[in-house]
């Protein structure tokens, strides 16, 4: 079985399509969503429908939880806090209803999904370093055997093993026996590791790989929206940088 696993769409319906279309292309048996539909972008009502269209689970990121009135954000950054309050404006009601829905886990054989960590995924704590990971230790035995995270926007993978736990570098990996891997996949709609191409996940089940696939998108029209629209400029700037 192929996976596509997908995460912080961040309303960018450009980058959303061609990751759907790259993936589709690689014959992907089923897709999963870790949430972030929503927030930064000015496209949430298009993201929302095109996910809820094609894929099998949605969890609820928190910028989901805060536009579905799940989660206080009022400690967000004031452009941050500004993108929310827009997208519960423009959100149709369907929408916000389907969001407001959304689950926290989900989970296929022994193959996890979550947005942030795994351990209390209501409080959204992210895992993109080695010392992060390693809080994960004294959980091991209840974590399945490679669980997806998304949140941190950075494409890290980790290996949890042996008593010791060790960053997995590679565009493509296989899944080794006896370890426990957690494995952050990137975001299709706002890239942070200084490239600029939506990423995403495919895990295959039967071949026991995980491989990262970066996808050129239209930026130009997506910034052009988020210029258009009431939002931070920055918004649509970082696009081009992939940070």
């Known amino acids: 079985m192929r996976i596509a696993v997908i995460s912080d769409i961040h309303s960018n319906i450009e980058a959303l399509t061609e990751v759907l279309r790259v993936a589709e292309h690689q014959k992907v048996d089923r897709f999963v969503s870790l949430g972030d539909i929503v927030g930064y972008g000015a496209s949430p009502?298009?993201?929302?429908?095109l996910v809820r269209s094609v894929a099998?689970?949605?969890?609820?990121?928190n910028h989901d939880a805060a536009v579905a009135g799940?989660?206080?954000?009022s400690y967000y950054y004031d452009a941050a806090r500004h993108a929310l309050d827009w997208s519960?404006?423009?959100?149709?009601?369907?929408?916000?209803?389907?969001?407001?829905?959304?689950?926290?886990?989900?989970?296929?054989?022994?193959?996890?999904?979550c947005h942030g960590s795994p351990i209390d995924p209501k409080a959204y704590e992210y895992i993109f370093a080695l010392e992060q990971a390693r809080e994960l230790t004294p959980y091991v035995a209840e974590l399945p055997e490679v669980t997806f995270i998304g949140h941190s926007h950075l494409c890290r993978a980790?290996?949890?093993?042996?008593?010791?736990v060790n960053d997995v570098v590679a565009q493509k990996?296989?899944?080794?026996?006896?370890?426990?891997?957690?494995?952050?996949?990137?975001?299709v709609g706002q890239p942070r590791d200084y490239d600029n191409r939506a990423c995403f996940v495919i895990c295959d089940t039967d071949a026991r790989t995980?491989?990262?696939?970066?996808?050129?998108?239209?930026?130009?029209?997506?910034a052009q929206k988020i210029f258009d629209a009431d939002l931070a400029l920055n918004f649509g700037k970082r696009l081009f940088l992939g940070v």
């Not at 009502?45 to 429908?49: A, D, I, L, R």
């Not at 099998?56 to 990121?61: C, D, P, S, Y």
């Not at 980790?158 to 010791?164: D, K, M, R, V, Y």
């Open 45 to 49: 009502n298009p993201c929302c429908e």
């Open 56 to 61: 099998e689970i949605t969890l609820l990121g």
């Open 70 to 73: 799940r989660m206080d954000y």
């Open 88 to 113: 519960a404006n423009v959100l149709s009601d369907e929408n916000l209803a389907w969001l407001r829905s959304l689950p926290y886990t989900y989970r296929i054989g022994d193959v996890g999904f």
């Open 158 to 164: 980790f290996a949890i093993g042996n008593g010791e």
């Open 173 to 187: 990996f296989v899944l080794r026996k006896g370890y426990k891997y957690i494995v952050s996949v990137g975001s």
């Open 210 to 222: 995980v491989e990262y696939l970066r996808v050129e998108y239209d930026i130009e029209t997506s």
